[in-house]
Nanobody, 121 residues
Framework: QVQLVESGGGLVQPGGSLRLSCAAS????????MNWYRRAPGKERELVAS????????NFANSVKGRFTISRDNAKNTVYLQMNSLKPEDTAVYYC??????????????WGQGTQVTVSS
């Protein structure tokens, strides 16, 4: 029942913009920290952006700071990643992640299947 589905990836030119969506079902994202990860060719998985389940604070990797924005639409149970001023090094598969820990039920950690973002001329 629990599912995360990413969409919005594709091919974009350097300097362009793209918005990724992560539609959640089977749980309510407001109770979870929501994260975007990416894995570029030949590189380790990188945490790109995160937003807290409580305070709503956001954090970004230094490589994307000032260019990317993470946001929630709780009515749609969807998380977004707005990517601006894209660079070729942003090329990667982007993954949506939901994370929550509880003393009573343990760790809940859900992943989407990923969406390809390619930045190239």
């Amino acid at each position: 029942q629990v599912q995360l589905v990413e969409s919005g990836g594709g091919l974009v030119q350097p300097g362009g913009s793209l918005r990724l969506s992560c539609a959640a079902s089977g749980f309510t994202i407001s109770n979870y920290a929501m994260n975007w990860y990416r894995r570029a060719p030949g590189k380790e998985r990188e945490l790109v952006a995160s937003t807290s389940s409580t305070s709503g604070t956001t954090n970004f990797a230094n490589s994307v700071k000032g260019r990317f924005t993470i946001s929630r639409d709780n009515a749609k149970n969807t998380v977004y990643l707005q990517m601006n001023s894209l660079k070729p090094e942003d090329t990667a598969v982007y993954y949506c992640n939901a994370y929550r820990t509880s003393f009573f039920v343990g760790t809940l950690n859900y992943w989407g299947q990923g969406t390809q973002v390619t930045v190239s001329s």
